[in-house]
Structure formats: C-alpha cells, structure tokens
C-alpha cells in the first residue's frame, strides 16, 4: 500500500460548483498534512497547511481525520483559475521527509 | 524572506554525458533541502534529502547522486546519463524539525537524447 494516495481524476467541474478531494495515509505515526498546488510544467506550490482542528482560507477548506487516516480539501465556487493538479503532502513524526501524493488533477470548465 | 533558486530551466544532454544541477537558497540557515524528480504525468519522487551539509540521505537506488559542499547549497550530479533520467527535477527546502512545509525551485526540465 503506497504511503499518501489520492485519486488522480481527472475531476471536470463546471465553474461555480464546489469540488472535494480526499487524500488517504497509511502510517499513524504522520504529523503533519499539507495541500500543494501544481500548475502544468511549474513547481508545487503550498495551498495550505492542514490542522487538527480543519481551518479554511477563503474558498478552501481543508480538513484531517486522524481516525480514518484522511486528509481533504474542499473547494468552494470554483474559478477557472483552480485548474491545476492538486497535491497532498504528509510528514511523519521524527522524519525529515516529506512524502508526496501523486496528485489528483482538477480542470474547471466555463 | 528566503528564496530558492534552482537552474538551468531547461536541459538537453546527450545519453552517457554528465550532469550536474545546482540549487541554492538565501535568507535561511540549516535548511533541509531536497531533490525530486516527477516524470511527465506522474507524482514527486524524493530522489535525495540533506539535513546538513555533507549529509546525504538516498531513498531509491539509482544514476545520480547528491552533494551539500555548503549550507544551502545542493547538487545533483550524474557521470553518465541514461534515457530513463529524463523527467523534471525539483529542489526544495524546509525549515529545520520536523512538520515544516517545503518551499520548491522552479524545477529543471532534463531530456536526455
């Protein structure tokens, strides 16, 4: 079972429409969760940070659910400008690693 | 504020040439710095990470190796490319301890012909 996975999609989504990814982890021991957001042929960018308590940044909500093992990200009134592929990143405690997803690709249609 | 820079962007070398990709980082110190490569449609493999200069963790076996001569500078280097190297190489840093986020280069796109 690999360590972080996530559904690659694609997802097609109509703009305005809210969209949901969820991202599954296999270790217990993970500590820290992160969203990514890569744009085609650039460099992952953070999104967001992921806490314990689920925290929002404008149209983004991400939340953690340690009993499942799962992390998501939620998408609000989607833009054309979220189209990207989305990456879910955790790190286990006493690890300086971080272990990526291989991302779950997002294309908002007019 | 600390930025990451990473080049060439672009690179074109012949199979059995050498490589050598450079990345550094300003406005940090002791930085965890790593080096990925992600094949065209596919996720982020960790190829290598150092958490001190001299200090080289590998995770898979392979062509190329890594080397940290100074704090926040990192290099991927191979004596001989194979066609299979091709793909898109990241560096990136995070603070030190554990949970940081890591901040990304703008990558290396390497076609070996």
């Known amino acids: 079972r690999k360590e972080v996975e996530q559904d690659p999609g694609p997802f097609n989504v109509p703009e305005g429409a809210t969209v949901a990814f969820n991202c599954t982890y296999s270790?217990?021991?993970?500590?820290?969760f992160f969203w990514y957001r890569q744009d085609c042929r650039k460099e992952p960018k953070l999104l967001m940070s992921?806490?314990?308590s689920g925290n929002e940044d404008g149209r983004f909500t991400a939340q953690l659910n340690r009993a499942s093992q799962y992390i998501s990200l939620l998408i609000r009134d989607s833009k054309l400008s979220d189209s990207a592929t989305y990456l879910c990143?955790?790190?286990?405690?006493?690890?300086?690693?971080?272990?990526f997803g291989t991302g779950t690709r997002l294309t908002i249609i007019p | 504020s600390q930025t990451i820079h990473q080049w060439p962007a672009t690179l074109v070398q012949p199979v059995g040439s050498p490589l050598s990709l450079e990345c550094t980082v300003e406005?940090?110190?002791?930085?965890?710095l790593y080096w990925y490569r992600q094949a065209a449609g596919r996720g982020l493999q960790l190829l290598f990470y150092?958490?001190?200069?001299?200090?080289i963790s590998s995770e898979v076996p392979q062509n190329l190796s890594a080397s940290r001569p100074q704090d926040r500078q990192f290099i991927l280097s191979s004596k001989k490319l194979l066609l299979s190297d091709s793909g898109f190489y990241l560096c990136?840093?995070?603070?030190?301890?554990?949970?940081?986020?890591?901040?990304f280069g703008q990558g290396t796109r390497l076609t070996v012909v």
């Open positions: 990136a840093w995070s603070g030190r301890g554990q949970g940081t986020e890591a901040f």
């Open positions: 270790n217990s021991a993970s500590q820290s």
């Open positions: 992921v806490y314990s």
């Open positions: 990143v955790v790190n286990r405690f006493g690890n300086e690693k971080l272990t």
């Open positions: 406005g940090t110190s002791n930085p965890n």
């Open positions: 150092s958490v001190g200069i001299g200090q």
